[in-house]
């Protein structure tokens, strides 16, 4: 069983990748074999074009690093985001990263066939991080991840919602690190 994280900040060690690695640890701790995370900032990831040949192939016709993320998602027991909150929304990074999951849908947003048996099953979780003190700023993140694991039938492991601006200072938030790696443990828990 493997997790994937997904981090959506640029920012190296930053307050989402310190809570991302504490889900990866938590679901370590539950027993996953294996955890990797990918950093969106260094993947060349573009946005999608709306060209819709993913519709009758399954296959996207930008050729870049989603390729290979693509593969991770397919393969991963579940995936977990971590994303800071960048004007009331989510990072470039991991708005061009979602927005290519178009790939998985058909013209009437049900799985391709093809990736059906793989995806039917799939749990996604998320963390969100905002300077605010007001965790909610993140809704719109939240709101983008659950509304498209409840279009398509992921399993919702849920959100972790965190309020916190310079760079680690999440690491004094106890509450939040202990929530992350719940929610690691409980996407490695079948
Ligand atoms: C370009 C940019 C835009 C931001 N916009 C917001 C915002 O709209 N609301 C907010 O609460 N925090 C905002 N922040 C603050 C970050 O969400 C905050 O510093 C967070 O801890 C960064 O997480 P990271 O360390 O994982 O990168 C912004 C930060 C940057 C760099």
């Known amino acids: 069983m493997n ?41 060349h990831i573009s946005g999608c074009k709306d060209c819709k040949k993913c519709k009758k192939t399954g296959i996207c016709a930008v050729k870049d690093d989603m390729q290979e993320v693509q593969k991770k998602i ?10 800071p909150v960048y004007f009331w929304s989510m990072t470039a990074q991991m708005k061009a990263y979602l927005d290519r999951w178009c790939v998985f849908f ?4 049900r799985w391709q066939k093809i990736y059906y048996p793989k995806m039917r099953a799939k749990r996604i979780g998320l963390i969100t991080v905002c300077g605010e003190p007001n965790v909610q700023t993140a809704d719109p993140i939240v709101h983008s991840f659950k509304s498209t694991a409840d279009l398509t039938k992921l ?36």
Not at 159 to 176: H, L, Q, R, Y
Request: with cysteine.
């Open 3 to 43: 997790i994937l994280g997904i981090l959506g900040s640029p920012r190296i060690g930053g307050n989402s990748d310190v809570l991302l690695s504490q889900a990866l640890a938590g679901a370590k701790d539950a027993g996953a074999d294996s955890v990797e995370k990918i950093i969106l900032d260094r993947k």
């Open 155 to 190: 399993t919702w492991l849920g959100a972790v919602m965190a309020s916190a601006t310079n760079k680690g200072d999440i690491t004094n938030n106890e509450a939040a690190i202990k929530e992350a790696f719940e929610l690691g443990r409980k996407a490695a828990t079948p």
């Open 74 to 83: 397919l393969d991963a027991y579940a995936v977990i985001h971590s994303c």
């Open 106 to 109: 058909d013209e009437e947003w």
